[in-house]
T-cell receptor, first 113, second 113 residues
Framework: DGGITQSPKYLFRKEGQNVTLSCEQN?????MYWYRQDPGQGLRLIYY???????QKGDIAEGYSVSREKKESFPLTVTSAQKNPTAFYLC????????????FGSGTRLTVV | DQQVKQNSPSLSVQEGRISILNCDYT??????FLWYKKYPAEGPTFLIS?????DKNEDGRFTVFLNKSAKHLSLHIVPSQPGDSAVYFC????????????FGQGTELSVKP
């Protein structure tokens, strides 16, 4: 069964620590995306990648980093430079064209303690 | 600058009646629009989409209308069911932006029995 998997579902981090969120897809999709959801602000784009070894900043990339070494994987690192990292993070993937939109993972809730 | 706006944070509807969710956009380059449904602590799921060359698209109980001159789209759900209770996001894409979706803030729909 094809899908997109995010892990872990819940993550706690101490202030000043970097943390990496995992995102894996077996849909053979070329493009992958990271969004952040905060109450009342919808989904905001952090980074996206259309092909392996290439990625672009989204609207709120500061304090985050990504890599795309494999088509299936697009991990997101939340660095200590991110001022307000507590949020719900969503990974998505898509085929070329948007006829079927994005497929989203189930999300990771990151809490800084 | 919020390019996609959902001005109603919440909507309450009686079961069996019509639900109308609205979305406005500012970027005239947007040429593809999508609606997503989201339950708490889950990823959004794709609902329905419309290309800018159309003004209406139907899928079962769900119809999306696009008014390009007003830069406005709406999602109609008829008849509404309690299982439709969720947060609905509209999203837009411009063909020259490589499939990047810009999301609205979301509208929480509550369908009461």
């Amino acid at each position: 069964d094809g899908g997109i998997t995010q892990s872990p579902k819940y993550l706690f981090r101490k202030e000043g620590q970097n943390v990496t969120l995992s995102c894996e897809q077996n849909l053979n999709h070329d493009a992958m995306y990271w969004y952040r959801q905060d109450p009342g602000q919808g989904l905001r784009l952090i980074y996206y990648s259309q092909i392996v070894n290439d990625f672009q900043k989204g609207d709120i990339a500061e304090g985050y980093s990504v890599s795309r070494e494999k088509k299936e994987s697009f991990p997101l690192t939340v660095t200590s430079a991110q001022k307000n990292p507590t949020a719900f993070y969503l990974c998505a993937s898509s085929r070329q064209g948007l006829d079927y939109g994005y497929t989203f993972g189930s999300g990771t809730r990151l809490t800084v303690v | 600058d919020q390019q996609v706006k959902q001005n109603s944070p919440s909507l309450s509807v009686q079961e069996g009646r019509i639900s109308i969710l609205n979305c406005d956009y500012t970027n005239s380059m947007f040429d593809y629009f999508l609606w997503y449904k989201k339950y708490p602590a889950e990823g959004p799921t794709f609902l329905i989409s419309i290309s800018s060359i159309k003004d209406k698209n139907e899928d079962g109980r769900f119809t999306v209308f696009l008014n390009k001159s007003a830069k406005h789209l709406s999602l109609h759900i008829v008849p509404s069911q309690p299982g439709d209770s969720a947060v609905y996001f509209c999203a837009a894409s411009a063909g020259n932006q490589g499939g990047k979706l810009i999301f609205g803030q979301g509208t929480e729909l509550s369908v009461k029995p």
